[in-house]
């Protein structure tokens, strides 16, 4: 009985990941983790550290795991990591605010997101294409950090909801709530401007 069990768990077990593998996954995910960062920090030098991190992580910590693991162990090590950032940032800022009264000068910087604009047949439909994605990245910008969160899991890295849950740390009904109000957030943020998806 117990070795039709070992068995049947060793089947469940997929391919290890090569180190090629593992390259090219991270390769893969790099460009919309970053921007899932960014989405989430907004700024740019913060979220590189915090996908460079997650890469690091996932390499150090779980590259002996099976190659279908890898996008759902990513996306934990990926959220943690923007958790952990804005921990840090919260105790940073209560040091910058208790020694800020002693420095009076301040220093601000509010960095620029660039856009990814692909190629297309004219410079007007590049640029329509660009004011879309900008609103469209604005609009998730608005939203609370978990509707966010929920909406790219789901949207972007087109995960299930039971594996959303499981990356956000919640149960599949909040999953389902905060994608909902995200859709409608979302549609209502970018109907006001007249653009209709």
């Not at 693991?69 to 940073?92: H, S």
């Amino acid at each position: 009985m117990k070795l039709v069990k070992w068995k049947r768990n060793v089947k469940k077990v997929g391919k290890l990941a090569t180190y090629q593998e593992l390259s090219l996954f991270l390769s893969g995910v790099e460009r919309r983790a970053f921007k899932q960062a960014v989405y989430a920090v907004k700024d740019d030098h913060g979220a590189l550290d915090i996908v460079q991190d997650a890469m690091l992580k996932l390499t150090e910590k779980y590259s002996d795991r099976p190659l279908d693991e890898l996008p759902m162990l990513f996306q934990r090590i990926l959220q943690n990591a923007i958790n952990d950032y804005f921990r840090r940032n919260k105790v940073r800022s209560l040091w910058t605010t208790l020694l800020s009264a002693l420095n009076s000068s301040d220093d601000e910087s509010d960095p620029l997101e660039t856009l990814d604009t692909r190629q297309s047949e004219s410079p007007h439909e590049q640029l329509e294409k660009a004011q879309v994605v900008a609103c469209i990245e604005a609009a998730l910008e608005s939203l609370p950090a978990r509707q966010r969160q929920a909406f790219l899991l789901r949207y972007w890295e087109e995960m299930d909801v039971a594996e959303t849950a499981s990356v956000m740390g919640c149960s599949e009904g909040s999953v389902k709530t905060h994608c909902s109000r995200a859709n409608h957030a979302i549609a209502d943020y970018l109907k006001c401007r007249g653009i209709e998806l």
